[in-house]
């Protein structure tokens, strides 16, 4: 897909297809709104009958309208328009993305004046209409036989040669305004970067190992100013990484710990780290998962995927901030060498653990990669991970459960979620849980003595490994790091969602 951002009037513009907003109006009798007058006046009798009702996310299609130089026209609800926030632009984006589809058009232009009515408003709205139809774009389809060959060198958004592309030419008076224009861009280019995210965890785990991964990272890193550095088992040994190396010991793939670091804030700013679990694909070792919906488990490295994704568009986006990405990554098999249940092994920072179920290992690898992360004097520490089931249970697939003991933290993650429109709602997590976490052979061990509290536990056993005084803030993405098509409509049903990584990128931006 091709976007465009241009300054015209729709008297002077000929195109296959046109598509305008529609409002609702609260009381049963006030009609919609077209936000075209001479729309209005046309289509009277539709607004009369309720055909178009303007409400969110509603599209009526009209074929052969033959209205000045267009040939159909789709209208798209948003609803009232007290109630129109980003996210509900994002979402009417997605339904015209959608519209066109079903329409098989190569063009359209999408009149953005009337969403809503301030010049303030413009760019944070013109941000999301593209990010909608950005995400909207993404599909997964790569190993499908119709393909001529699998790419795995970056995510594809309607792969046809550059001149079958869908074009997409977004139309408003404020389009040459220098905010509006940056908005605009950022909003391609974060969602650019949430379809690689996405790309990355629907690959399935024959074809994205760690090593792929790691080299995934390297080459979507080329041509920014993000140094990425690998290191392989011999060195991952070296570096003492007990809990990375102990849940890969089971697999005949080797682990990876990629580290990508990008300076573009002043030289003495501490370096804000986000830290991404990468397990390519989880059988739950010799803790075995059952074997219904064990397919699923490629996605628990969406974590990683996500922190690459930051990553990248921190670095595309030019953010006056010093990142650090941290992904460590493996796959947990059964295999002769895996760990057993009872087995105590011991992280970077010297703390010893009882793997006491194999299928707990998420946390083992966070641990060394959280470890590697305070060691860099950094100011804040954000992680994301596919951590437990128990989060699914407490939140489903809507909300993002997120943990920090850190006030001003709390703050910022609450202020960067409301700008993205991705939901979080913060979890407890107090001494009691870390009690429960306490080995009898060993320092810790990798489950809880007690019953319930699942992701709470989890986090207060990775809170061991960062160091005292760091601000950090675990995000556990289980519920929400794929299948979200059912609450999302610029998702897809059932692959990688991208969650948080628009977040992220606000806290970097928001970052100091």
């Not at 979402?91 to 098989?104: G, P, V």
């Not at 409509?489 to 928001?510: I, Q, W």
Request: aromatic residues 6%; proline residues 3%; neutral net charge.
């Amino acid at each position: 897909m091709i976007l465009n951002l241009l300054k015209k009037e729709l008297k002077d513009i000929s195109c296959q297809s046109l598509i305008v907003f529609t409002k609702s109006s609260a009381g049963k009798d006030r009609l919609a709104t077209i936000a075209n007058s001479d729309l209005s006046k046309k289509y009277a009798s539709l607004l009369e009958e309720k055909t178009i009702s303007g409400k969110a996310l509603e599209a009526v299609t009209i074929r052969e309208a033959n209205f000045g130089g267009f040939r159909n026209l789709i209208f798209i609800g948003l609803g009232e328009d007290k109630d129109l926030d980003q996210e509900g632009l994002r979402q009417a984006a997605a339904a015209a993305y959608d519209a066109l589809k079903a329409l098989k058009v190569k063009e359209a232009i999408i009149s953005f004046d009337g969403v809503k009515g301030t010049t303030k408003e413009a760019p944070s709205f013109v941000k999301a209409l593209a990010e909608g139809l950005t995400l909207a774009s993404y599909s997964f389809d790569q190993l499908k036989s119709k393909k001529a060959k699998v790419t795995t060198a970056k995510a594809k958004s309607d792969e046809e040669s550059e001149g079958q592309k869908l074009q997409i030419h977004v139309v408003s008076r404020a389009a040459q305004e220098k905010s509006v224009k940056a908005a605009f861009q950022e909003g391609i280019i974060t969602a650019e970067c949430v379809n690689f995210a996405r790309y990355l965890g629907d690959m399935p785990g024959n074809l994205m190992t760690p090593k792929i991964l790691a080299e995934e990272a390297q080459k979507a890193a080329q041509g920014t100013k993000i140094k990425v550095t690998v290191w392989d088992k011999n060195r991952i040994i070296k570096e003492k990484m007990g809990g990375l190396l102990g849940v890969s010991l089971g697999s005949s793939e080797e682990p990876r710990f990629i580290i990508m670091e990008y300076k573009g804030g002043k030289t003495h700013q501490k370096p804000l780290i986000f830290v991404g679990k990468g397990l390519t694909f989880d059988s739950g070792g010799i803790s075995i998962k059952p074997s219904a919906g064990m397919e699923e488990m490629k996605f628990d490295m969406c974590g990683g995927a996500n922190v690459i994704g930051t990553m990248l568009a921190a670095a595309r986006l030019k953010l006056d901030v010093n990142l650090i990405g941290l992904v460590p990554s493996t796959e947990n098999m059964p295999g002769p060498s895996a760990n057993k249940p009872g087995d105590v092994c011991f992280a970077r920072n010297g703390k010893s653990f009882e793997v006491n179920n194999t299928d707990a290992e998420g946390r083992l690898i966070l641990a060394d990669a959280l470890s590697y992360a305070s060691e860099q004097d950094p100011g804040m520490i954000i992680d994301a991970a596919t951590l437990t089931g128990a989060m699914v249970v407490a939140l489903g697939n809507i909300h993002t459960g997120y943990f920090t003991r850190d006030k001003e933290l709390k703050t910022s993650i609450e202020k960067a979620a409301k700008i993205s429109g991705e939901l979080v709602w913060n979890m407890p997590l107090t001494d009691q849980h870390l009690k429960d976490m306490k080995g009898t052979y060993a320092d810790l061990s990798n489950m809880s003595a007690g019953k319930g509290a699942g992701s709470a536990t989890a986090t207060a056993f990775l809170e061991q490994f960062v160091g005292e005084g760091i601000p950090w803030a675990h995000f556990d993405i289980a519920g929400t790091g794929w299948a979200v098509g059912n609450r999302l409509n610029y998702c897809t049903k059932k692959g990688a969602s991208g969650v948080m990584l628009r977040t992220f990128v606000e806290l970097a931006k928001s970052y100091e």
